[in-house]
């Protein structure tokens, strides 16, 4: 424990996408599995308030916290790893400081003064990044500030690093630089020339780093870490390899080994001692040595792009490390699927997963995927539309509805099976303002979701607008879609099941958000062991 919070700044350099955020997570791991209370937040310079309107195109998956912020998908890895909830204080971007201070200028609060990037900017961030450390619930904060050093929109927050480093004194922070070696076959060597460049372009703003991780596809010999370390201003021990693992979750153990956190610890004077890996490490053998193998579909519009179901690829680690299973996870693309080709499709799948998502696209595919694992009983989980369209299948083609749909893709519907929440009419503004985070829900003892989750009360997160007509429930139920579990308060339909298939679950909220290394997710578990038995009946 120590007495007042110590704060790592993450940076990086030559190229986006080095996997910040893994190296973030996997050195929380390493403080944490020393007894250090570690969080991570992230800084992202782009204009937008939160990534909730962004496209997944754009930006991968939108992950949600238990306080209802729309955040970025690097607080999934961060939750994943340490199994500690994050909040909006965890991610922060630039439209959102910059909010903050327009607002308290319209305020009045500047007092006349001039506002500008540098205090006014600059003391904002400052003050976010310092939200958690001064909350008392944190020994250490790791602040990643996305984007490439260079980049005129991070400038702001390197100066705010700069300016902390400063206010907080000698031994309270440390800045780690993510960088790339680059491996030049034609030559046949790695290049160090790019991190050299990127940390000058660092300290050109005022910021030395003090350790530097490279990433690379080859092991960086001791001359390359020596020559590294006297152009870099940085000590030998603190240049340190990060090699291309097979799985993210080797990451803390390739830290360890290089020995990242000691030079981090060191830095900031606080002890080191062997951290405790054994519960990760029991995981990441059952990961790696399954006993058998099954294979899923993961039915969306956006599979051709793995980040944007990020939680969900994860969550299906988690449970098949908890089965020993190896799950293969086929993305199939629900706009591509029609009756003529399903049976080729899924006729060889173990389990079918219909994801989330907003908008028409792709939607009449997805309708055609859930009846066919109905009609043939192969194990179905339906994620959030997922779940809204399981109900639209069986509306249409059970209580021979056939026009019935949601809202969202035809207003004009005779059967509006799903409709808009009453909490949603009349709202204007899409950023932010859909029934997010942590909800109640209430389930019914004889079903398939109490036997997973094995109490009568849980929460889970949400993030959508539309929802099961209550008008239609009772003609669901008489047919045979249940519905298993509710909103205490509202009413609210939270699961619809099958009970006649084998294990047919469709639910409102995303259980993927909170499924995690120590606690894969009851439903992803028990979803992977219905895939598994089905698999051996087949
Ligand atoms: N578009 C649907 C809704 O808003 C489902 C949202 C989702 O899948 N996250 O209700």
């Known amino acids: 424990m120590t007495t007042n919070p110590k704060y790592i700044f993450v940076t990086g350099g030559v190229s986006s996408s080095l996997g910040k955020g893994i190296i973030a997570a996997s050195l929380a791991k ?42 970025d998908l690097d607080l999934g890895h961060y939750e994943r790893f340490l199994n500690v909830p994050t909040s909006q204080a965890n991610n922060v971007t630039t439209g959102r400081i910059y909010q903050s201070v327009i607002d308290k200028e319209r305020r ?31 020994d250490i904060v790791i602040t990643e500030i996305g984007g490439t050093v260079g980049d005129i929109e991070s400038l702001p927050y390197i100066e705010a690093v700069r300016q902390l480093e400063w206010d907080l004194g000698e031994h309270n922070t440390c800045v780690i630089h993510l960088t790339l070696v680059p491996y030049l076959s034609a030559a046949g060597e790695l290049k160090t020339k790019p991190t050299q460049h990127s940390v000058k372009t660092l300290m050109e703003s005022g910021v030395q780093a003090d350790i530097l ?34 799985t993210i979750y080797d990451v803390p153990n390739l830290m360890l080994e290089e020995g990242l956190d000691k030079v981090v610890l060191n830095q900031l004077n606080l002890k080191s001692s062997v951290p405790d890996l054994t519960r990760w490490n029991e995981f990441l ?39 020993e299973v190896k799950v293969n996870v086929e993305p199939i693309h629900s706009e591509y ?17 219909v994801a989330p998502g907003f908008g028409e696209r792709g939607i009449e595919g997805k309708i055609d995927a859930v009846r066919y694992v109905r009609e043939h009983n192969i194990p179905f989980l339906g994620i959030c539309l997922g779940m809204q369209m399981a109900v639209i299948e069986y509306s249409r083609n059970v209580l021979n509805l056939p026009k019935a749909n949601s809202v969202e893709m035809d207003e004009q519907t005779p059967d509006p099976v799903i409709n808009l929440m009453a909490s949603q009419k009349g709202v204007v503004n899409k950023g932010g303002t859909m029934r997010l985070g942590t909800w109640d829900c209430k389930l019914d003892t004889e079903s398939i979701a109490y036997k997973v989750y094995n109490s009568e009360l849980i929460t889970e997160r949400h993030r959508h607008r539309f929802e099961l007509n209550n ?68």
């Open 30 to 71: 390493l403080l944490q599995s020393q007894g250090y209370r570690a969080t991570i937040q992230k800084l992202d310079p782009y204009i937008n308030i939160d990534p909730g309107t962004l496209n997944p195109y754009e930006h991968g998956e939108c992950y949600v916290t238990d306080d209802g912020a729309e955040t």
């Open 108 to 138: 009045g609060e500047f007092l006349g003064k001039t506002v500008q990037v540098i205090p006014h900017i600059t003391d904002e961030i400052k003050r976010r990044i310092q939200i958690l450390g001064n909350s008392g619930d944190y």
């Open 337 to 353: 699927l029609s009756e003529s080709n399903i049976e080729f499709k899924l006729g060889h799948l173990d389990g079918v997963l």
């Open 213 to 246: 991780v490279c990433r690379t596809e080859h092991k960086l010999n001791d001359s390359l870490k020596t020559k590294l370390a006297r152009f870099c201003n940085v000590k030998k021990e603190a240049v340190i390899e990060s090699i291309d693992a097979s």
């Open 471 to 538: 008008d239609y429930k009772a003609k669901l139920e008489e047919t045979g879609m249940k519905a298993t579990g509710f909103n205490p308060e509202t009413g609210l339909v939270e699961i619809v099941e099958i009970p006649a298939n084998d294990w047919f679950v469709g639910v409102q909220y995303h259980p993927e958000y909170k499924s995690t290394v120590k606690s894969p997710h009851p439903l992803f578990v028990a979803f992977v062991g219905a895939a598994l038995k089905y698999s051996k009946k087949k």
């Open 285 to 323: 053998k059952r990961h790696k040595n399954p006993k058998s193998e099954v294979t899923i579909g993961l039915i969306g519009k956006y599979v051709e792009l793995q980040d944007s179901y990020k939680s969900i690829l994860e969550a299906f680690i988690h449970a098949g490390a908890e089965n």
